[in-house]
């Protein structure tokens, strides 16, 4: 059963950064591409970064493009998202999935900036 558990958000004032993790199990990690999507209060599941799984390609949304960077560990079977200049509208609930329409995705972690 593929399981996958986030961590890492928080409340953080504009400029801010933070580093979400998501541990997998349950399914061979390091052969499958890996994404994060988001969803903020009263809209739809939003798409934000995929990485392959050698980590050799890398792809953003253009809203966070220059912001965020995706990375992954294939040993310790966790990918990570590091958030810099954190803004309001990055506010959502963040899921890590494997697939970038969400599939798989665990419970998600809360991510509030504000001042």
């Known amino acids: 059963e593929v399981k996958l558990v986030e961590s890492g958000g928080g409340t953080v004032q504009p400029g801010g950064s933070l580093t979400l993790s998501c541990v997998a199990s349950g399914f061979a990690f390091h052969f499958w591409q890996m994404s994060w999507v988001r969803q903020a209060p009263g809209k739809g599941l939003e798409w934000v970064s995929d990485i392959s799984h050698d980590s050799g390609r890398t792809n953003y949304a253009d809203s966070v493009k220059g912001r965020f960077t995706i990375s992954r560990d294939n040993a310790k079977k966790t990918v990570y998202l590091q958030m810099n200049s954190l803004k309001s509208e990055d506010t959502a609930l963040y899921y890590c999935?494997?697939?970038?329409?969400?599939?798989?995705r665990g419970q998600g972690t809360q991510v509030t900036v504000s001042s």
């Open positions: 999935a494997t697939s970038s329409d969400g599939q798989n």
